[in-house]
């Protein structure tokens, strides 16, 4: 059984920023589930047992290798797309969260093929399909 395939999976989501402009996105390498070769902000399954804010600060330890300084919650998404022809339902559990520039970097060569810093102004390409609207939505709440 496959989280958001045979069941509604859980995520969190989360928007890594330095608090100066500039946000961490990985670039996903052929070796991803899914959207191979698009950039994003971060995130991961919800593990059973895990609280949430734990999960958020064991993930992005795993994929950046850094420690959170802040984060807040800035809403959920029911986010409902295809892979590879099949129908997936998840529900992202959105977050804003401050980290160490300078600890940053990428915590998983495997799964991403590079790590960098942009501002909402400088998005690289090609994005993740759910991006744009996550951007979309927090929009308001990301450039504080």
């Not at 994003?40 to 059973?48: K, N, P, Q």
């Not at 022809?85 to 495997?110: C, M, Q, R, S, Y």
């Not at 991006?131 to 929009?139: G, H, I, K, Q, T």
């Amino acid at each position: 059984m496959k989280k958001g395939l045979d069941y509604i999976g859980v995520c969190v989501v989360y928007f890594c920023h330095d608090g100066k402009g500039h946000f961490l996105m990985q670039k996903r390498s052929k070796n991803c589930r899914d959207e191979q070769g698009r950039y994003d902000i971060g995130g991961g399954g919800v593990e059973f047992g895990i609280p949430i804010e734990e999960n958020l600060k064991k993930e992005i330890k795993e994929e950046y290798g850094t420690d959170i300084i802040k984060s807040d919650f800035l809403g959920f998404r029911d986010v409902h797309r295809t892979n590879e022809g099949l129908p997936t339902h998840w529900i992202a559990l959105d977050f804003k969260v401050l980290v160490d520039k300078k600890k940053a970097k990428n915590g998983e060569p495997h799964k991403f093929d590079e790590v960098g810093w942009f501002t909402l102004d400088t998005l690289p390409n090609p994005l993740h399909s759910q991006l744009p609207e996550f951007l979309r939505l927090y929009n308001h709440k990301i450039r504080k």
